[in-house]
Antibody
């Protein structure tokens, strides 16, 4: 049972990137999911939440209007579409599973994928 | 947005000593408070949820207490593997993390 992120890389300011998080085992369909990031030398920052049926989504103010979260149950995958990227979006991005289908603590985390926004 | 403030920013302790970490919320979060351990190069790990319930597999030397706006994580006898950064997180009104406390030797 694990979460594996992919899709990170180097992108220019103003560019776009799509992150993926693929779940194995019985670790995805019944749970809400989240994205969290950690910028270099900084702490953890929660970014977005999506419920199991995708009927509830929520974003931190820092990414609202630029990032879009989605999920595909058939692929057991979570996505984060990141547009209009800025230098301050440079960070390690983690997907994290909530402990239920609601807003709660995160009981499982991926290993992280690195996003670098630079020209 | 609920602001979570952790103190101290850095805690210097020796193995075998007791460590006490604090977390304060800008408004009441009831007991909707979690603690995570984060080591360099690793993913964060859930230690405590519901302010005082240990997550699966977490050693008994980790304990959490508090409610409302003031919370504490106590590590009763520090082991070498406990040196890390610890974050509190409220999930009463969406989600916010504290700035972290680094526990170092």
């Amino acid at each position: 049972v694990q979460l594996v992120e992919s899709g990170g890389g180097l992108v220019q300011p103003g560019g776009s990137l799509r992150l993926s998080c693929t779940a194995s085992g019985d670790s995805f369909s019944a749970y809400s999911m989240n994205w969290v990031r950690q910028a270099p030398g900084k702490g953890l920052e929660w970014l977005s939440f999506i419920s199991s049926r995708s009927n509830v989504v929520y974003y931190a103010d820092s990414v609202k209007g630029r990032f879009t979260v989605s999920r595909d149950h058939g692929k057991s995958s979570l996505f984060l579409q990141m547009d209009h990227l800025r230098a301050e979006d440079t960070a390690v991005y983690y997907c994290a599973r909530a402990g239920g289908d609601y807003v709660t603590a995160f009981d499982m985390w991926g290993q992280g994928t690195v996003v670098t926004v630079s020209s | 947005e609920i602001v979570m403030t952790q103190s101290p920013a850095t805690l210097s302790v020796s193995p075998g000593e007791r460590a006490t970490l604090s977390c304060r919320a800008s408004q009441s979060v009831s007991i909707n408070l979690a603690w995570y351990q984060h080591k360099p190069g690793q993913s964060p790990r859930l230690l405590i949820y519901g302010a005082s319930t240990r997550a699966t597999g977490i050693p008994v030397r980790f304990s959490g207490s508090g409610s409302g706006t003031d919370f504490t994580l106590t590590i009763s006898s520090l082991q070498s593997e406990d040196f890390a950064v610890y974050y509190c997180q409220q999930y009463n009104d969406w989600l916010t993390f504290g700035g972290g406390t680094k526990v170092e030797i």
